[in-house]
C-alpha cells in the first residue's frame, strides 16, 4: 500500500506541471522581463500588420516545453483581430485586439471570454516565440463577421478541460473554442450540434499519450485534467491541429513560426 500511495503521489507531482500546459490562464507571475515581451508582441503585430492580416489565429509557449505532451509546440490560442485601439497615452490607432478563452482565476475548471492586448497575450510566454496562421481573405472576412456578431459568446462552454475532446460538448480549453469560432464561420451556423459533427468529420484531433494510470489520477492534480469525455485514446485540439486542417483544405493565406530573430514555415 505504501508503495502504490508513493507512486500516486509521484504521478500526482508529475502531472502538476501539466496542470495549464494549455496556457490559457491570464498572466500572473511573468516569466520573461516586460520589455523584451513588449518588443516581440510589436514585432508580432508589426507583421501581421505588414501582411496585411484583418485577422490572425496566434499562439503562445505558455509552460517549459519540457513538460509538453509530444506533438505540443504551443499552448495558448486565441483571434487577434485589427481594429481601432486606444492606447496607453488616452491617443487612438489601428493595432490588434486579442479574443482570448481564459482559465478563471481561482477556479481553473471555468473560463472566461477576454479581451486583451498582444503585449498582455505574451505576458504569460514562457518562450517569445509564437504560431501564426493567417486565414485566406475570403474565411478572415467570415471569421470578422462571427466574432462581431452573438455567435462568438454563444460557441464558448466555461466548463474547461486541458485535454478537452473537440468532438463533444461537455469541455472546452482555448483551442476548441478557436476551433469552434472557425467552424461556425465556415459553415455559417451558430447550432454547436452541427459543428460537433463537421468537426467529427473533418477535423483530426492531436493524440496525447496518457496511459490509464496517469489518465486516472490525473483529476488528483486538478479536476480541469479530467478525460472522462474521451474514449480509449485521448485527442485535444492544439495550434498544429489546427495547421494541419487549414492547410489541408487550403484555408489559410500563411501558417509560420515567429521568434524575435527569425521567421520560418510552421512544420506541417
Not at 221 to 229: F, G, H, I, N
Request: proline share 6%; charged share 15%.
Amino acid at each position: 500500500m505504501t508503495r502504490f500511495l508513493t507512486v500516486v503521489l509521484l504521478l500526482v507531482v508529475i502531472l502538476l506541471p501539466a496542470t495549464s500546459f494549455a496556457g490559457s490562464s491570464a498572466a500572473s507571475n511573468p516569466v520573461l522581463p516586460a520589455d523584451e515581451v513588449a518588443s516581440f508582441a510589436n514585432r508580432v503585430q508589426r507583421d501581421l500588420a505588414a501582411r496585411g492580416a484583418n485577422v490572425a489565429i496566434v499562439s503562445r509557449v505558455g509552460r517549459d516545453p519540457a513538460v509538453l505532451p509530444e506533438g505540443i509546440n504551443y499552448t495558448h490560442v486565441a483571434f487577434w483581430v485589427y481594429a481601432r485601439i486606444t492606447k496607453a497615452d488616452g491617443s487612438t490607432g489601428m493595432g490588434y485586439r486579442v479574443y482570448n478563452l481564459y482559465q478563471r482565476d481561482g477556479d481553473l475548471t471555468q473560463s472566461d471570454l477576454v479581451q486583451d492586448t498582444p503585449a498582455d497575450f505574451f505576458a504569460g510566454a514562457h518562450s517569445l516565440d509564437a504560431g501564426v496562421i493567417i486565414p485566406d481573405a475570403r474565411l478572415q472576412n467570415k471569421l470578422l463577421r462571427v466574432i462581431a456578431s452573438p455567435t462568438y459568446a454563444a460557441m464558448h462552454n466555461p466548463s474547461y478541460a486541458v485535454l478537452a475532446n473537440p468532438r463533444t460538448t461537455q469541455f472546452q480549453n482555448c483551442t476548441e473554442h478557436t476551433l469552434d469560432v472557425l467552424m461556425a464561420a465556415l459553415y455559417g451556423t451558430s447550432d454547436r450540434a452541427q459543428i460537433k459533427t463537421n468537426i467529427a468529420a473533418y477535423f483530426t484531433p492531436q493524440a496525447v499519450p496518457l496511459n490509464g494510470v496517469q489518465r486516472m489520477f490525473a483529476p488528483a492534480a486538478s479536476q480541469a485534467l479530467t478525460t472522462v469525455d474521451h474514449g480509449a485514446q485521448v485527442g485535444t485540439a492544439t495550434f498544429g491541429s489546427i495547421a494541419r486542417f487549414m492547410e489541408a483544405n487550403a484555408l489559410h493565406d500563411e501558417i509560420y513560426r515567429i521568434t524575435p530573430s527569425q521567421l520560418t514555415r510552421f512544420p506541417s
